[in-house]
């Protein structure tokens, strides 16, 4: 079974806070990605990641940053959070050519 | 910009019926289309996934895609009141982008008892 674990699944953050969202496969997958969900907005992208090091933006990577320094993690940072970040964030691994799989996701609130 | 839409419901359909949803895409060169299933509060879970024109299935499920008019749809057979949740269909386009998956806004499904 594919098992993706994020860090938290409810946080509460204060505004202009640094945030740290980890998330960890153990399928040795490539590539992993992270999004965010909000009502009638849908499941949007904010960065991904082909392999260790290698970050890609998405369709939304403003105010957010991330970190792959090894295969199996995948870290979202806000750099200073803001309200409008409060959101559920989730993220999701693949191996090449497969379908994607989610992490039971973090519902973050910035204060 | 590619587009995936779906009736965002709610889609009521009585328990033991056939429920029935739709997914249109824009991106005439898409290649794999999913459908993942979310209860409130929690993450997607994928419960299907077709790579070619017609049919697939899989136990109560049968997703079908008809690439000629650009819709994958999901049939699930003898509706269960479990079945009730949030059903979002992804379509993985022709290139571009991250992994090209672009994500419906889902269809919010009710499974009458």
């Known amino acids: 079974d594919v098992k993706v674990t994020q860090s938290s699944r409810y946080l509460v953050k204060r505004t202009g806070e640094k945030v740290f969202l980890e998330c960890v496969q153990d399928m040795d997958h490539e590539n992993m990605f992270w999004y965010r969900q909000d009502p009638g907005l849908g499941l949007r992208l904010i960065y991904f990641?082909?392999?260790?090091?290698?970050?890609e933006k998405g369709d939304i990577p403003e105010g957010y940053s991330v970190s792959r320094e090894k295969k199996e993690r995948f870290s979202l940072i806000l750099e200073s959070a803001s309200t409008n970040q409060t959101s559920m964030y989730l993220c999701a691994t693949r191996q090449v050519n497969q379908p994607q799989h989610f992490g039971d996701g973090t519902r973050l609130s910035i204060l | 910009q590619k587009e995936v839409e779906q009736n965002s419901g709610p889609l009521s359909v009585p328990e033991g019926a056939i429920a029935s949803l739709i997914c249109t895409y824009s991106?005439?060169?898409?290649?794999?289309f999913f459908w993942y299933r979310q209860y409130s509060g929690k993450s997607p879970e994928l419960i299907m996934f077709i790579y070619s024109n017609g049919d697939k299935e899989d136990g109560r499920f049968t997703a079908q895609l008809n690439i000629a008019s650009q819709y994958v749809s999901l049939l699930i057979r003898d509706s269960q009141p479990s079945d009730s949740a949030t059903y979002l269909c992804?379509?993985?386009?022709?290139?571009?982008?991250?992994?090209?998956?672009?994500f419906g806004k889902g269809t919010h499904l009710i499974i009458q008892p």
């Open positions: 991106d005439r060169g898409s290649q794999s």
């Open positions: 992804a379509v993985r386009g022709s290139g571009g982008g991250a992994d090209g998956l672009t």
């Open positions: 990641s082909y392999d260790v090091k290698m970050k």
